[in-house]
């Protein structure tokens, strides 16, 4: 006798197999086991969607194959997980399969039944418990907060200032569900790999190193199938990852911890593009688990929602906004660059202040968004610029290997001679970069001397700098042995690094984002620069002193003024009544259709026609000119890089009110945009993907 599964494997984005395909099975098996299927002439991993209750009809069922194998050892994946993959596949619109075997670590699909009976034998081997350390005592807002927390079902939304002691407040809430409940599960979330180590090494140091697994992209296959098997099969406590870790199997998961849950980070930008912070959130309520975001800087979603409840806030705000130990935030200080020398990337005062530090033996840490040496170069005589030949962009000069690299497309040449259109010898570079502040610095601080004598020490941490495995942590070693006295960055060392004695953070040219076309520049400015202010004075016996430096054009701006005063409130407010009037998310939703082409028209003309089919089929169906007359589908437009590898890309934007209704209306588009595609006129598409939520428009 035969059973009837339907099982899912993965498939292409957007091909004809979206959902679970049928196999027959000599054994019953229950939804959410893993097998291995024949698919064409290849034999790939496979999960058990759903039993069927009879076989299909006709052809299918003549059709349907046996499943080869079970993945023996491996409990099934529970209904609580399937339901998150499922919800995740149809919320961003992409096949169910792709999703659910991305979440799944790469290895499972490789790895042979010898193999991975192999690795469950050792992992049951492993075992042992280390002493774990004493937790700190809790300051009074620490406790107040953990008490609500205890008290309260959530969501949460834990507001702290920068070393106000959220961790402490992470690790105190995973410990008290651990007293209560042995078994339980905790998904701990950071944005960034890079992160992964520090909040690593304290978890391990409180709960023991066989309590805690990480989950990040930078592991290698085999240690991200260990850490999987562990959550999956219950014996880890506590799993530590980034975005991807949303996704791990937990069947006791209790708690979810998504730190500095304001990062971009969070949302994948390819494939199934996934926000992990409103996963936590769907996926705490979908297992009984409580959610727990925190940040000194939260999206205005998150503050949004966790407005009064009288005014219709769903989460718990939590504040915690005094520094541990009576350390104070650093002092902004603002420097109006209209009244320095033209040119000057540095201003006296700020190079003042740089000095006094190296003198005190203390460290500074300069930073600039942008990479690389000069973001172009640039002939005064005929005016050439250094541009991509393949991209609708700048190539980046770098001047230590002397290349020209593309940023988008990665085209890289050595610098040319002398101007390619005209010959003059007499090129420069516009504009700077990271390494050129870096040469910069030098030049302006070569007089200087350390307290014991010894020459100053500048060093620089961006992607450049930090591409071998290893660089970046060996760098940020330095930083903290006190080696360097002055650091020059991108954002990359403004986030989360527990910098001891730094004591004075510049941002010496912030103004690009105050007048971007994004309009979430600003929202991600205030809260990079109040995390790079964080970094200062993180030692209460520095702190007094410390100091946030901001170089701008326009000083008084908003968000400088809130900035000095520390003032997130403020400035969230500012921004929400703006979003308000503009009708702009939070208070109405969004989703980019992005389609690639080898011209632009085309693109733009795929786009406007799926538009236009759309809203004539549904218009006729009953019940949708409600859905419609509240949709706003705006036409098709290039994206800000227009072309990237001689591929021109376009996007179009739909926003909505009602998040419902714009889910309805993606869901029926879907059928739409694949019909559009199909028709001759379309068959130059390279291909078309929809953006739900998306961070940047
Ligand atoms: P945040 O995550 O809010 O930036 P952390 O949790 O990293 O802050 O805490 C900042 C520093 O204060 C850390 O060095 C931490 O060990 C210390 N700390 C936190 N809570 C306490 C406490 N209750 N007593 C003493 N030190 C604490
Ligand atoms: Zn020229
Ligand atoms: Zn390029």
Not at 145 to 162: K, N, V
Not at 343 to 355: G, K, Q, T
Not at 374 to 391: F, I, R
Request: aromatic share 6%; with cysteine.
């Amino acid at each position: 006798m035969s059973h009837w599964l339907a099982v899912l494997v993965q498939t292409p984005a957007h091909s004809a197999v979206a959902g679970p395909l049928t196999y027959r099975s000599a054994l019953p098996l229950a939804a959410g086991t893993l097998v291995r299927v024949p698919l064409g002439s290849r034999e790939v991993l496979g999960i058990v969607w759903a039993t069927l209750d009879g076989p299909p009809e006709g052809r299918l069922a003549q059709d349907a194959r046996a499943v080869a194998g079970v993945l023996e050892g491996l409990p099934p994946l529970g209904p609580a997980w399937r339901q998150l993959v499922g919800f995740a596949a149809s919320y961003y619109q992409r096949a169910l399969g792709e999703v659910a075997l991305a979440a799944l670590p790469p290895q499972l699909r490789e790895l042979s039944a010898v193999q991975l009976a192999r690795r469950l034998k050792r992992q049951a081997l492993a075992g042992g418990e280390a002493p774990a350390a004493e937790p700190l005592r809790l300051s009074a807002q620490q406790a107040q907060a953990l008490a609500r927390l205890e008290g309260e079902p959530g969501p949460f939304l834990l507001f702290g200032a920068t070393g106000s002691g959220k961790t402490e407040v992470y690790l105190h809430a995973v410990q008290a569900l651990l007293q209560r409940e042995p078994e339980a599960q905790a998904l701990v979330m950071v944005p960034e790999i890079n992160l992964t180590p520090q909040l690593e090494a304290r978890f391990t140091e409180r709960f023991g190193p066989q309590a805690v697994v990480a989950l990040h992209s930078g592991m290698t296959p085999a240690q991200r199938l260990k850490s999987w098997l562990a959550a999956h099969g219950g014996a880890a406590r506590i799993v530590l990852g980034t975005r991807m870790a949303v996704f791990a199997s937990c069947p006791r998961l209790r708690l979810i911890v998504v730190d500095e849950e304001h990062d971009p980070s969070y949302k994948q930008q390819e494939g199934a593009r996934y926000s992990a912070r409103d996963l936590a959130v769907y996926r705490g309520r979908l297992e009984g688990a409580k959610v727990l975001l925190g940040s000194a800087t939260p999206s205005l979603e998150s503050w949004h929602h966790s407005r009064p409840a009288e005014q219709g806030g769903r989460y718990v705000r939590l504040e915690m906004p005094e520094r541990i130990g009576a350390g104070s935030l650093p002092r902004v200080r603002r420097v109006d660059m209209n009244h320095q020398p033209r040119r000057a990337v540095f201003s006296a005062p700020l190079l003042e202040a740089i000095r006094e530090r190296v003198a005190r033996g203390e460290q500074s840490m300069v930073f600039l968004n942008r990479r690389g040496y000069a973001p172009v170069l640039h002939c005064a005589d005929c005016g050439w610029k250094s541009g991509c030949p393949y991209c609708s962009a700048w190539r980046v000069f770098h001047k230590n290997d002397r290349t020209l690299r593309c940023h988008h497309c990665g085209f890289t040449e050595r610098v040319p001679r002398a101007c390619p259109d005209c010959g003059n010898a007499d090129i420069a570079p516009l504009g700077r970069g990271t390494e050129r502040l870096e040469e910069h610095l030098t030049e302006l601080l070569a007089d200087l001397r350390r307290p014991d004598g010894a020459p100053l020490r500048i060093a620089r941490i961006d992607a450049d700098t930090t591409r071998l495995k290893g660089a970046l942590q060996a760098q940020l070693a330095q930083v903290h042995a006190g080696e360097v006295d002055v650091l020059v960055g991108t954002q990359m060392i403004a986030k989360g690094h527990d910098f001891r004695r730094i004591t004075l953070v510049a941002a010496v040219n912030p103004d690009g984002a105050l007048f971007s076309s994004d309009f979430r520049a600003p929202e991600r400015l205030f809260a990079l620069l109040m995390q790079a202010g964080g970094r200062a004075g993180r030692e209460a016996a520095h702190s007094a002193a410390s100091e946030m430096w901001v170089q701008s054009f326009h000083p008084g701006h908003a968000l400088f003024e809130a900035l000095k005063r520390h003032d997130y409130p403020a400035f969230a407010a500012s921004q929400l009544k703006e979003r308000a009037q503009a009708g702009l998310p939070p208070f109405s939703f969004q989703a980019l259709v992005r389609a690639e082409a080898r011209t632009q028209e085309l693109a733009q003309s795929f786009l406007n026609a799926a538009s236009a089919a759309a809203q004539a089929e549904l218009a006729a169906l009953p019940g949708w000119d409600q859905v419609l007359a509240r949709l706003s589908l705006y036409p098709a437009v290039p994206m800000s890089v227009q072309r990237v590898a001689n591929v021109e890309r376009a996007q179009m934007l739909v926003e909505c009110p009602s998040r419902a209704a714009l889910q309805r209306f993606l869901a029926a588009w879907h059928g739409v945009l694949h019909a559009t595609r199909a028709q001759p006129e379309h068959k130059g598409l390279i291909r078309w993907a929809v953006d739900v939520d998306p961070l940047a428009i």
